[in-house]
């Protein structure tokens, strides 16, 4: 049984003034969400500013959001690493802690080789019952999980049950699912090909759009899974103006800001993220406006 169909919230971090973590918040979030036909909560990953949270604030946001979620639809937390240990250290506190799954991104900066990474992700999947989704985002990462090293992973580990494709490269993202047999759990991990990933097998998206538009993305999904196609085409290219805008400036600053355009109060972003630049903001807010969110 998949981990979940339909749309998974790359969740933000709200802050404090002080950049400290706004839990009550955070609550508030995973409500709306709730409310708003989200299929699943994906906690501390890039759009949660993961990597500027340290080890305990890392944890006590998971936990927070288990807590808050309260079994209604699944907790997937970001667990990943640049170093093995930790990554298997952040999974088994996660598992610990209630999550439903881990999203686990590869390796950033150290670039490891296919083998290495094959070692590294059966290594962590080793060390928990929790199911797997690798995280393959060679933009930010600098390394590339390639279709044959995904089927390999996926062959061997039972519990490495899905891939956020990120890639932007829907040639690899078909030969990954041929060489998984058409079976792996496939999440688009870009907003702007979530229609095109579908039709090749995928069953979801991990969303960053669905932060400020969860019941539209979860209709364009769901669409597309229950037949209805033309919708869900016509959802997608609607939304595409608006994707554009959110990533005009590195995520999540554009998401953050969008949030507290529409009065969510989500707070500042942590260093090295900063406001986003003027003719930028502008841009987004229009697009929002045509979208019907402001």
């Known amino acids: 049984m998949a981990i979940f169909k339909g749309s998974g919230v790359a969740i933000v971090t709200p802050m404090h003034e002080d950049e400290s973590v706004n839990f009550e918040k955070l609550e508030e979030l995973i409500n709306f969400h709730i409310d708003n036909g989200t299929d699943a909560i994906v906690i501390t990953g890039t759009t949660g500013e993961s990597a500027t949270l340290s080890m305990e604030e890392h944890r006590s946001v998971i936990k927070a959001a288990v807590e808050f979620t ?11 690493s640049n170093a093995t240990a930790t990554a298997i250290q952040l999974t088994t506190e996660a598992e610990e802690d209630g999550a439903d799954a881990a999203l686990i991104v590869t ?19 080793d060390s928990t019952k929790l199911p797997i989704i690798v995280y393959n985002v060679p933009s930010r990462t600098g390394t590339n999980v390639m279709p044959e090293t995904m089927a390999t992973l996926f062959k061997t580990k039972e ?14 993202a078909s030969k990954t699912m041929l060489l998984c047999d058409g ?8 907003d702007g090909l979530v229609v095109p990933l579908l039709s090749i097998g995928g069953i979801g998206v991990i969303s ?43 995520n999540p600053i554009p998401v953050k800001k969008a949030l507290n355009l529409m009065g969510m109060e989500v707070g500042p972003l942590r260093g090295p993220l900063y406001e ?11 697009e929002m406006k045509k979208f019907g969110l402001l």
């Open 70 to 80: 309260k079994h209604r639809i699944p907790v997937v937390a970001g667990t990943g």
């Open 107 to 125: 390796p950033y900066y150290n670039k490891a080789t296919q083998s290495g990474l094959i070692k590294h992700y059966s290594t962590i999947a």
């Open 159 to 172: 519990n490495i049950v899905g891939l956020k494709e990120a890639t932007g490269n829907m040639a690899q």
């Open 183 to 190: 079976d792996i759990e496939m999440y688009s991990g870009e």
């Open 208 to 250: 960053v759009i669905s932060n400020i538009a969860p019941r539209e993305t979860h209709d364009m999904v769901m669409s597309f899974l229950n037949g209805d196609i033309k919708k869900a085409a016509e959802m997608q290219l609607k939304s595409i103006p608006l994707v554009d805008a959110l990533f005009s400036e590195v």
């Open 276 to 286: 986003m630049l003027p003719e930028n903001a502008a841009k987004l807010e229009t």
